[in-house]
């Protein structure tokens, strides 16, 4: 079936480091991939989302490549701040016709320090 | 309201006691989707209706497990005979119509002791 792997957390890191945070699937057809982040005390938040190969997605100075070759969906920041941890979870949709249904990874932890 | 609303934010139920979680969706968003977070993963899908509709209920880990949206609006996930497995935080996100982004409420958090 259908799965989503992360790298393990959590992730510490100074403010004004660079992440990079791994993401790779296994899926049947042509699944669209999604990172969503989950701030302390809130509920789950789309941050970016690609549907096709090659496609870049991109929000808040984060960004993702769908990478058909390497079935990777890698998160990447520049320069990371405090504001930004959190805990993320990339996740991929079944293709065209599907109802929506996400797959969820196990989720990273980031934790930036001034 | 603005967003998904998740009742109660958290619930504390005895072992063999039977639960209700209520979803209130954005208005006018036809998806609507389940999910059990546990402690440390990934959320994990449960349930999806469409209108009133339940046309997925693969996720639904026993048959002590109910989902319904009567109206097509609100949600209600029913537990019986709670289990201390059942511990998690159950998830709501409803989206305007199939395949597009789906909101997720802030959850309820249940205890099962």
């Known amino acids: 079936g259908n799965s989503v792997t992360q790298m393990e957390g959590p992730v510490t890191l100074s403010e004004e480091a660079f992440l990079t945070i791994n993401c790779t699937y296994t899926a049947t057809g042509y699944p669209s991939l999604f990172w969503y982040v989950q701030y302390p005390g809130e509920g789950l938040q789309l941050l970016l989302k690609a549907t096709k190969a090659d496609d870049k997605g991109s929000n808040k100075g984060f960004e993702a490549t769908y990478r058909k070759e390497t079935t990777s969906f890698h998160l990447e920041k520049g320069s990371v701040q405090v504001s930004d941890s959190a805990v993320y979870f990339c996740?991929?949709?079944?293709?065209?016709?599907?109802?929506?249904?996400?797959?969820f990874g196990q989720g990273t932890t980031l934790q930036v320090k001034p | 309201g603005a967003g998904v609303s998740q009742s109660p934010r958290y619930k504390v139920a005895k072992r063999g006691q039977d639960v209700a979680l209520r979803c209130d969706p954005i208005?006018?968003?036809?998806?609507l989707f389940w999910y059990q977070q546990a402690l440390g993963q990934g959320p994990e899908f449960l349930t999806y209706f469409q209108n009133e509709a339940q046309l997925d209920k693969s996720g639904l880990p026993s048959d002590r497990f109910f989902a319904e949206r009567p109206e097509g609006s609100v949600s209600t996930l029913k537990i019986q005979r709670t289990q201390q497995e059942d511990s998690a935080v159950y998830l709501c996100?409803?989206?305007?119509?199939?395949?597009?982004?789906?909101?997720f409420g802030q959850g309820t958090r249940l205890t099962v002791v």
């Open positions: 208005s006018g968003h036809v998806s």
């Open positions: 996740a991929l949709s079944e293709g065209s016709g599907n109802t929506g249904k996400l797959i």
């Open positions: 996100a409803s989206s305007f119509r199939m395949n597009t982004e789906a909101f």
